[in-house]
């Protein structure tokens, strides 16, 4: 047997497919939000994952959802159903418009369920040439090639040969531009309630309103990628609430799980009559391990406790970037919802995520960015004041530091 040998940053070079660039340390723990890496240094957490870890790391209840089913049962088929995932379905039911759950491992599959679906039903229900998508610029829905497809940002889908098609892509939160391309051949409108990758921009309340009734007048689904707005990150368990505007499939994943990868479609049962068994399907989604987890993290963020914390800890936030711009001038808006926040860089930063990120680093702090220009932290839903402050000093350390 070949002996273990220790790993660097350099393997990752001479082992991984080159399509990440990652930071120069390599994390080994974490704790709420705290990492340390290999050489244990500790770094504030504001990013979370991507939006993921809503408890922050090794929160001690996903901890002991783990350990318990881990100990249980961990996979099944889909010749059989299971307990964590029953529930799981229930409590998501329960606290939203759906009233039939479909599980998957990823946002891009809960993402290419909603799309299929959205075309199944319009093409067995009404016609087989309601086929038309209409989505947005700088949506991101996810990598796989439909997913990638419906997404806004042709550097993701370009360079793989022909796409799927009837699919348009118009300005984000423009009514206008969505009235000039939906008819009857229009099976369904996709959009994030808050574009996050894209550079966190939220729909306004008329765009969300206006497009609920076009679509509506056109019988075409209106379908909402709550993948990273979801699940407590902006304040309600999800974005769509905030609006009072209801879809007619949610996805969501990112902190579904917590950190242990899960996603969901939620639809209506007449939606979900559309399908019949074979229609679509998967090997890993619903499992019982990551229902169990999913379960422990939906009873602690759908709590009035988390999710009206999210408001104090955004105006916490809010503070501390307010200050630093009056200091430095280098915001020229802080916008979002809840702790999914952008600011979007001006004067010496514009353009400088990256320079940004890595200096954070160097300081001890990890932080997100969304495009060259827009700084984004999704930190735990459950960070801590102290740790607010701990992280903004280091963020305010690494641009002193690139104005020096
Ligand atoms: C992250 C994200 C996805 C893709 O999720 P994966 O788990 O990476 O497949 C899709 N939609 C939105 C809005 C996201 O933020």
Redesign the pocket.
């Known amino acids: 047997m070949k002996e273990q040998q220790a790993v660097n940053r350099q393997t990752y070079d001479q082992v991984m497919l080159p399509i990440y660039s990652p930071a120069e340390f390599i994390p080994v723990r974490g704790e709420g939000s705290r990492v340390w890496d290999q050489q244990g240094k500790e770094y504030i957490d504001f990013a979370g994952g ?2 993921v870890l809503a408890l922050g790391h090794c929160h001690p209840a996903l901890v002991t959802a783990v350990r318990e089913q881990s100990e249980k049962l961990w996979h099944l088929s889909n010749i059989f159903t299971n307990e964590p995932a029953l529930t799981l379905a229930q409590k998501l039911i329960e606290a939203t418009f759906a009233e039939r759950v479909f599980f998957a491992n ?4 809960a ?1 290419e369920a909603a799309f299929k679906l959205a075309r199944h039903y319009a093409i067995t229900k009404h016609s087989p040439y309601k086929t038309k998508i209409i989505a947005f610029k700088q949506a ?4 796989t090639f439909f ?1 990638v497809s419906v997404g806004g940002q042709a550097k993701y889908a370009d360079g793989f040969g022909p796409k799927p098609a009837d699919i348009i892509h118009v300005p984000f939160n423009d009514l206008e531009a969505v009235k000039a391309v939906i008819d009857e051949e229009t099976c369904a409108v996709v959009l ?1 309630p808050v ?3 894209g550079g966190v921009t939220a729909a306004t309340q008329e765009f969300m309103e206006g497009v609920r009734k076009l679509c509506d007048d056109n019988k075409a689904l209106l379908v909402f ?5 979801g699940m407590g990150r902006t304040g309600q368990l999800f974005s769509y609430m905030h609006y009072g505007v209801t879809p007619d499939i949610l ?1 969501t ?2 902190a579904l799980g917590g950190g242990f ?1 899960i ?1 969901a479609m939620l639809t209506t049962t007449e939606i979900a009559q559309a399908m019949g068994p074979g229609a679509h399907g998967t090997t890993y989604g619903g499992n019982p391990l990551a229902c169990a987890v999913g379960n422990a993290a939906f009873d602690i963020i759908n709590t009035k406790e988390v999710l009206d914390g999210v408001a104090k800890r955004r105006e916490c936030f809010v503070a501390h970037l307010n200050k630093l711009n009056d200091k430095y001038g280098i915001f020229s808006e802080i916008r979002g919802m809840g702790l999914l926040i952008g600011a979007e860089l001006d004067g010496k930063l514009q353009g400088r995520s990256k320079d940004i990120l890595q200096a954070c680093a160097t300081e001890g702090l990890m932080m997100l960015s969304a495009g060259p220009n827009v700084l984004r932290f999704t930190p735990s839903l459950i960070i801590s004041e102290a740790e607010i402050n701990s992280g903004m000093a280091k963020l305010e350390q690494a641009i002193s530091r690139l104005f020096s």
């Open positions: 991507i939006a990823s946002g891009a599959e993402n991101f829905h996810g990598r997913t994030e574009q996050g990758e990628d709550e993948v990273q707005s996805t994943a990112k990868p996603s």
